[in-house]
């Protein structure tokens, strides 16, 4: 099969597959005579296996150490354990400050009186007003003044 059947069969882009190959997380295909990738349904699983990885957020170097273990079935599994949890600890390292950020989000919003922008309280917990303020009373050379003066 050529590059785009594999690619829309695990809705990847087709430089995407071709990223993978040079990153040698997929073997490079035979090739026709005419020059063109052709991949097999090994190549196709390999792909599956990578794209699902990536999408529960395993790094590329996690799924290149995740197919090397899987490329030895007579392993333990052991390490795939050690690397699944140490992601999952990283996943809920994530979530713990994905729910900070939100409950922080929340209470500034909250705090928005629906004045002007110049007393607006999220431009000034994001630290645009404090930034004015430092340009204001600071007054270092060349900022706030006339030319010549």
């Known amino acids: 099969m050529k590059i785009g059947e594999p690619a829309k069969a695990t809705a990847t882009k087709v430089e995407t597959v071709r990223f ?18 052709s991949y097999d349904a090994a190549h196709l699983q390999r792909l599956s296996f990578i794209r699902r990885a990536r999408d529960l957020g395993f790094s590329l170097d996690a799924v290149r150490d995740l197919l090397t273990l899987a490329d030895d079935r007579d392993k333990p599994c052991q390490a795939v354990d050690t690397i699944a949890s140490g992601h999952l600890a990283e996943v809920e390292r994530k979530i713990t400050d994905l729910i900070a950020m939100r409950d922080e989000l929340q209470r500034v919003i909250g705090s928005c009186r629906h004045g002007t922008v110049a007393n607006c309280k999220i431009i000034e917990t994001l630290g645009l007003g404090r930034v004015r303020e430092m340009l204001c009373l600071n007054r270092p050379m060349g900022l706030n003044r006339q030319r010549g003066k």
């Open 20 to 37: 993978y190959e040079k990153a040698g997380l997929l073997s490079a295909p035979e090739r026709t005579d005419a020059n063109y990738r």
